[in-house]
């Protein structure tokens, strides 16, 4: 979706709700074509279609896939990762529900009202809506879960995509009083919730799960709730947690007490945890896996080309990027020349045609293009390795290093992963030849990974971006302030102050250029690497119908279906 369709759906969205129609209609500007799930007519991988299980031949209906590693957390308030938000997806629901059009839907919501200025929602909740365990789905739980997260004690790094909400980022900041936040449940099947601004996508973030409710009579009886399976983890989705063997498989089941639980036709999902690609699709050519590769994974980069031979490889777009982390509070990455230099001398064209293979867009750019169209051409050139000599000249001498050899050891992170090693090792020789540096390889597996990553416990790392909703300011916001999900370190505050004044600007190509200026300062400091923008690489089993793949990457099991 580009920036224009979105300031075009705020228009339609206040007119239609102006007079009272349904949320479907409003949100019809917003269709995106790439959101629509793509139903292969292929055989999954092999030289024969694997003979799927039996109990995934119609009565059964149970869904085997690999959500590749042990979660960090299944509390909505926690989680930032694919790994986590996969399951999450799956047993949570917000007031909102992306559709197979990529177009939000009133979901524990079921009717959606929005004041004249856009700066006031009232949300009623369904009757009848409950928890997997029986318990009404209340309006106290939205707000609860929300002052929750926003409650910085708690830990939650993605407690700024409530920051649209009044007060929400000063009570967070400790300016503000719990109360004085602008979402209030007047009783249990309304919700009430006020913005700083008005907010072309509010309708999407109230379907993300960070927006998604908590059960506050489990949460307060049994605080830890969210970290075992059992009778207390309750949630209010079309499936509930059944079990869960850490670091081996979780398992959900249709939860029968969803109101919209006729519309789910799956009876169980096993989630294994298989950390190697190669394992990964071979089982799904045995036909112990209905599904390889994204969104939790990535087929191994030695069998797409076969797989696209065999008309095999399936790849839709996908509003994300990927890059490298720099920890701007390390030497030499302290300097912007140096890290610039870095950048510059990487030839991204190679990785997406030799490494990586998926039909990735070469980045010179933070945010994607389905956000941003000019960035298919980007703010800087590939691969110039003439400007990269330079450039690392000028940074060592700023810093007063009198070669390259007298620069600080650097170490390159990345978690265990074929696709994530060999993408190193690239950059690895790249960096050799093109600037004459030795980079050390680290990898380690994800969770250890990534909380050394949180912690500042490296100097380049491999991370990225997926889309949350469809807006600019979800790539950039992250760097607004060293909080949260920006791990560089770095800041600056004619960044934050574009950003900033993004959000009180009506017109959309005012806040269009206000947002490009903002990026480039950003591309400009260089804390991150980008390297490519993503796309959505898997294989499936043949029988498996009506999964939704949604334009940010996100899939959805609701409606899914062995024929």
């Keep these: 979706m580009n920036f224009t369709r979105i300031t075009g759906g705020q228009r339609l969205l206040k007119a239609v709700l102006a007079i009272g129609l349904t949320l479907s209609l409003a949100a019809c500007a917003q269709t995106q074509e790439a959101a629509k799930p793509t139903e292969p007519s292929t055989p999954a991988p092999g030289t024969q279609p694997a003979e799927p299980a039996s109990d995934t031949k119609g009565s059964g209906q149970v869904l085997r896939l690999n959500n590749f590693t042990e979660p960090l957390s299944l509390h909505p308030g926690l ?66 879960a929300w002052k929750w997260t926003l409650d910085a004690k708690n830990g939650s790094e993605y407690a700024y995509q409530l920051f649209y909400v009044k007060n929400a980022e000063a009570a967070f900041n400790g300016k503000a009083k719990p109360e ?25 973030l109230t379907a993300f799960y960070t927006y998604f409710p908590v059960n506050a009579k489990e949460a307060k009886e049994h605080p830890d709730w969210a970290k075992e399976a059992g009778p207390n983890y309750t949630s209010n989705g079309p499936f509930k947690l059944a079990s869960w063997e850490h670091k081996n498989k979780l398992v959900l089941e249709k939860n029968d007490q969803y109101w919209d639980a006729k519309s789910v036709k799956l009876a169980k999902i096993e989630m294994n945890m298989i950390n190697d690609a190669n394992t990964e699709l071979s089982m799904l050519e045995n036909g112990d896996l209905d599904w390889a590769g994204a969104p ?12 696209k031979e065999k008309g095999l490889l399936e790849i839709t777009p996908k509003a994300g990027t990927y890059w490298y982390e720099f920890n701007t509070a390390q030497k030499p990455f302290n300097n912007k020349k140096i890290r610039q230099a870095f950048a510059y001398a990487i030839s991204r064209k190679d990785l997406v045609e030799n490494v990586t293979q998926g039909g990735e867009l070469v980045a010179t750019a933070v945010v994607p293009p389905t956000m941003f169209p000019e960035n298919e051409q980007g703010l800087f050139a590939d691969n110039d390795v003439a400007m990269a000599k330079q450039l690392l000249a000028e940074g060592m001498k700023e810093e007063g290093y009198a070669s390259v050899d ?35 390889l680290e990898n380690q597996e994800w969770n250890v990974y990534y909380e050394n990553v949180k912690n500042g416990k490296f100097q380049v790392a491999r991370m990225g971006w997926t889309g949350d909703f469809n807006d600019p300011i979800n790539f950039l916001e992250i760097f607004r302030t ?51 923008f993503k796309s959505t690489v898997y294989a499936k089993n043949p029988n498996l119908k009506g999964v939704v793949i949604s334009g940010l990457g996100n899939v959805q099991y609701k409606w899914a279906y062995f024929e």
């Design 79 to 144: 989680i930032t990762d694919v790994w986590s938000s996969n399951v999450i997806f799956q047993t949570f629901e917000g007031l909102t529900r992306i559709d197979e059009n990529g177009v939000p839907q009133p979901a524990m919501a079921e009717s959606i009202q929005a004041s004249d200025d856009l700066l006031t929602y009232t949300f009623k909740i369904r009757e009848g809506a409950k928890w997997s365990n029986g318990d009404p789905v209340t309006a106290q739980d939205f707000e609860n």
């Design 180 to 204: 004085e936040i602008g979402v209030k449940a007047p009783d249990d099947h309304t919700l009430v919730v006020q913005l700083e601004n008005p907010t072309p996508f509010f309708l999407e």
């Design 296 to 307: 939790t994974g990535n087929l191994p980069l030695d069998a797409m080309e076969s797989l």
């Design 406 to 440: 007298k620069l600080p050891p650097i170490t390159l992170s990345y978690n265990t992963e074929e696709a994530q090693a060999k993408i190193a090792q690239a950059v690895q020789d790249m960096w050799q030849k093109n600037l004459g540096v030795h980079v050390k």
């Design 482 to 532: 060293k909080e949260g999900n920006n791990h560089t370190n770095w800041e600056k505050k004619e960044y934050a102050d574009l950003l900033t004044a993004s959000s009180r600007e009506g017109d959309a190509q005012k806040r269009k250029e206000i947002l490009r200026n903002a990026e480039k300062i950003l591309v400009d400091e260089m804390p991150v690497i980008p390297f490519y």
